[in-house]
């Protein structure tokens, strides 16, 4: 395993979980499920490894964000991650730990992604019989789409079999240290995803059973994400990423409610709560893809259902 390649892997990750989790639209200010919180099971089963975990998700509040010198209004959530790695990947033997704290930034009016902000350090060690491999790694990096949200026809009325493109333009710049050399970056990316409404479904998670939306999201590269909204939740209760026959991630609602206590600036969770670690194979491919995955959710519940 190469240390550049890891080091795109954790990129990856690091995309799919902050933009996995993103939120309803909202069509008035009073829709935004501000103060409450949500907490997710993670599960990556790869190779010989199971890489299980949990993360916090909180709606926090209103603010404003400054977009090309324009202040817009938005509503702003962040997601606490802490993360142990434990099994075998490519015949090596893996721990360490993998962090994460990142802010989401969506249109007040439209809900549309404005911008993403992360916090990100790793500590890893891969050792098999002969040889072994350390990877320390940090990163800050702040994401702007442009426009906010991407572009395209996006239906308001859905009938099952629904289907629409969206094009996304996200201009990114990282700044951060792997493996002690400091390193700075600065890109532009536009990615094009196909959406299907798939119809409705009622689902069980561990917080219980939910009526749900079901979406499918097609990247260019072929990989697929379905995503299951419920009303009730206010947001995502599962999530399935589908990479192709060799790795599936399944992400499934825990709880959900009001946040308990005061937003901490650091998450304290004992480090067993989160065991999380996207495996290494195929994560290049997926780094740009992922982070194109946003679009404008619905509340799209039909009559009689809650």
């Known amino acids: 395993m190469r240390a550049n390649s890891f080091a795109t892997a954790v990129v990856s990750l690091l995309l799919i979980i902050s933009l996995s989790l993103f939120p309803s639209a909202a069509s008035q200010e009073d829709d935004w499920p501000i103060g409450k919180e949500w907490l997710y099971y993670y599960l990556d089963e790869f190779d010989q490894a199971a890489f299980i975990g949990q993360w916090r998700y909180i709606c926090v509040g209103e603010t404003e964000w400054s977009l090309k010198g324009t202040e817009v209004e938005v509503v702003k959530y962040i997601s606490y991650i802490f993360t142990n790695a434990t099994g075998t990947s490519e015949g090596m033997q893996l721990s360490g730990n993998w962090d994460l704290y990142s802010e989401e930034y969506y249109d007040v009016d439209s809900g549309y992604l404005v911008a993403y902000v992360i916090n990100e350090t790793m500590n890893l060690r891969a050792e098999d019989y002969l040889d072994s491999y350390e990877w320390n790694y940090s990163q800050h990096n702040v994401t702007e789409f442009l426009p906010p949200g991407g572009t395209g026809y996006e239906p308001f009325d859905l009938e099952e079999g629904t289907i629409w493109t969206k094009n996304y333009t996200q201009e990114s710049t990282s700044v951060g240290e792997f493996n002690g050399e400091p390193f700075e970056e600065h890109s532009i990316y536009t990615e094009q995803v196909q959406y299907t409404f798939k119809g409705y479904e009622m689902i069980t998670v561990p917080a219980g059973e939910f009526f749900c939306s079901v979406y499918e999201s097609e990247y ?22 589908y990479f192709g026959p060799d790795e599936t991630i399944t992400i499934s609602l825990e709880s959900y409610g009001e946040v308990k206590n005061t937003v901490p600036s650091t998450l304290e969770i004992s480090p067993v709560a989160g065991v ?8 290049t491919a997926v780094a740009t893809v992922i982070a194109a995955s946003i679009v404008r959710k619905k509340k799209e519940t039909p009559p009689g259902f809650a």
């Open 220 to 241: 260019e590269d072929g990989s697929i994400q379905t995503q299951y909204y419920s009303s009730r939740a206010e947001n995502l209760v599962k999530i399935i990423e």
């Open 276 to 283: 999380i670690f996207l495996s290494f194979i195929g994560a």
